[in-house]
């Protein structure tokens, strides 16, 4: 046999054997990595390359090198599992870099970090003073992870003391021009309403990349022309303005009539009314 010959098919076995070892080792082999996981990677893409490209040695050598590794690293994996302690040793452990707004040098070194690489990294999490920092950790796989003081945190709706219905995701119903019947009929739409939303929004379907429904029904479409400004939808501010000139005009009524009785009732209404209004307008102007 050629040796490029070889080469090519001792390298596609290679990359069916890799892809196989990794899908058994699961998907923390490749998001981020521990000190074992990074080891692994190195080693096995390298025996990987020596079984393909070695054609004076034994290939069954480099894949029984390979089965070892993939043994050993999913042994550790299992023993992980299994045991906090053994978490520990491999693993490490986090590592608090800020505390109260005071950053710990000497924990600093130890991990080998400077301060302009610390503040680089609270950057990236949209930190650009340290002292509004309440905590800081470098996790065992490099990623630190920022609280902030409380004084410091955006506002939530929970902190304001306000119940959120939850949201449901958005349906995707358009892609590079073409209709998703599936997800569509999953929100209980169907194609003339699809046309009727595309006309009110005076696009055409051929020119529609990414149509997206939301969970209020309003339908998202970005276009291939990125010249055509497509108008927001306004059902949410007309419903909003209907429900206010409702509002005014039952308290008109209440003003107006000599009937205590109507006045009473109007009132009544229009107070209901209002914190009805008061409720879903964080909704409508969404």
């Known amino acids: 046999m050629p040796d490029w010959l070889e080469v090519i098919i001792r390298t596609l076995a290679a990359v ?5 070892l ?11 990595l521990s000190f ?17 490209l070695d054609l004076d040695g034994k290939w069954y050598l480099g894949v029984i ?7 050993i690293s999913l042994s550790i994996e299992y023993l992980q599992l299994g045991s906090k302690n053994a978490r520990g040793i491999i693993d490490s452990s986090g590592t608090v870099l800020i ?17 302009e690489e610390l503040l680089e990294q609270l ?37 304001l003391g306000i119940k959120v219905a939850p949201e449901a995701e958005p349906q995707t119903v358009i892609l590079d021009g073409v209709v ?10 169907n194609m003339a309403w699809l046309n009727t939303e595309l006309d009110k929004l005076g696009v055409s379907l051929d020119n529609v990349y990414i149509g997206q429904v939301d969970a209020y029904g309003g339908l998202y479409v970005d276009l291939y022309d990125d010249q055509i400004k497509v108008p927001e939808p306004q059902e949410r501010a007309v419903l909003l303005a209907n429900m206010k000139k409702c509002e005014a005009d039952l308290e008109m009524y209440s003003l107006s009539t000599r009937d205590q009785q109507a006045k009473q ?21 969404r």
């Open 16 to 20: 069916v054997f890799l892809f196989l």
């Open 22 to 32: 990794t899908r058994l080792l699961g998907k923390r082999q490749i998001s981020q």
């Open 36 to 52: 074992f996981e990074y080891i692994t990677g190195i080693t096995i893409g390298d025996l990987a390359a020596s079984v393909s």
């Open 65 to 71: 090198s390979l089965t070892v590794w993939g043994a």
């Open 99 to 115: 505390k109260d707004g005071k950053i710990l040098e000497d924990n600093l070194k130890k991990e080998k970090l400077t301060n």
């Open 123 to 159: 950057r990236k999490k949209s930190v650009f003073r340290a002292a509004e920092v309440e905590f800081a950790v470098m996790e065992p796989n490099g990623e630190i992870n920022v609280l902030l003081k409380k004084e410091n945190l955006p506002l939530t709706p929970a902190m």
């Open 180 to 189: 998703i019947q599936e997800p569509l009929a999953t929100i209980g739409k």
């Open 265 to 285: 009732m109007y009132g009544q209404c229009a107070d209901q009314l209002n914190k009805v209004i008061s409720s879903i307008t964080p909704l409508l102007k």
